[in-house]
């Protein structure tokens, strides 16, 4: 298994509070990914990073910010949580970009928002 | 406004028989597609991959096949077990927009 792990795993939190994930790769991947799960949607990018303190919105960036500041942790920043974002977050880390390698997904932190 | 669509959100086939999973596209840029596994409480995993200059890729059980005139996919698994029974992901790759792009999943049930 790649070696990546998420935290928390779970977390229930009120609205208006502001929450973090954290992403922690020990394969010195260079690209880093959020992803949200959610009935109906399937995985959905939220952002990515592809090197220290390089990175880009996604899909469905709204609502979050992202920092990278080591090779290794890649947070997720809810700055102000609501309902609507409820969901299971998944990391995922690659080698490359995207195209002919695959990218390693953590275990995901499912996220209630109350 | 979905790129990647997964139309049935369940399939259930008798174990040894083929199981066939379907995905359309609409981007004319993907050049890579992907599909993945997921298990509950688990992340996805990748299953099988396939470049948009081919038309199949097999790997043991899983065969991915690419109409690009169409803008299909599918990946067959033969012969279907229990454990293959998960949801299904495809994903598709935009090199301009580095990015994958996930179907909504399809629920394999495999029965024994």
């Known amino acids: 298994d790649a070696g990546i792990t998420q935290s928390p795993r779970h977390k229930v939190t009120e609205t208006g509070t502001p929450v973090t994930l954290r992403c922690h790769q020990t394969e010195n991947h260079r690209y880093m990914y959020w992803y949200r799960q959610d009935p109906g949607h399937g995985l959905r990018l939220i952002h990515y990073s592809y090197g220290v303190k390089d990175t880009d919105k996604g899909e469905v960036s709204d609502g979050y910010s992202v920092s990278r500041s080591k090779t290794e942790d890649f947070l997720l920043t809810l700055e102000s949580a609501t309902s609507s974002q409820t969901s299971v977050y998944f990391c995922?880390?690659?080698?490359?970009?995207?195209?002919?390698?695959?990218?390693?997904f953590g275990q995901g932190t499912r996220l209630t928002v109350v | 406004d979905q790129q990647v669509k997964q139309n049935s959100p369940s399939l259930s086939v008798q174990e040894g028989r083929i199981s066939i999973l379907n995905c359309d596209y609409t981007n004319s840029m993907f050049d890579y597609f992907l599909w993945y596994k997921k298990y509950p409480a688990e992340g996805p995993t990748f299953l099988i991959s396939i470049s948009s200059i081919k038309d199949k890729n097999e790997d043991g059980r899983f065969t991915v096949f690419l109409n690009k005139s169409a803008k299909h996919l599918s990946l067959h698994i033969v012969p279907s077990q229990p454990g293959d029974s998960a949801v299904y992901f495809c994903?598709?790759?935009?090199?301009?927009?580095?990015?994958?792009?996930f179907g909504s999943g399809t629920q394999l049930t495999v029965l024994p």
């Open positions: 995922a880390i690659s080698e490359s970009d995207g195209r002919d390698t695959e990218a390693f």
């Open positions: 994903a598709s790759f935009s090199g301009s927009a580095r990015q994958l792009t």
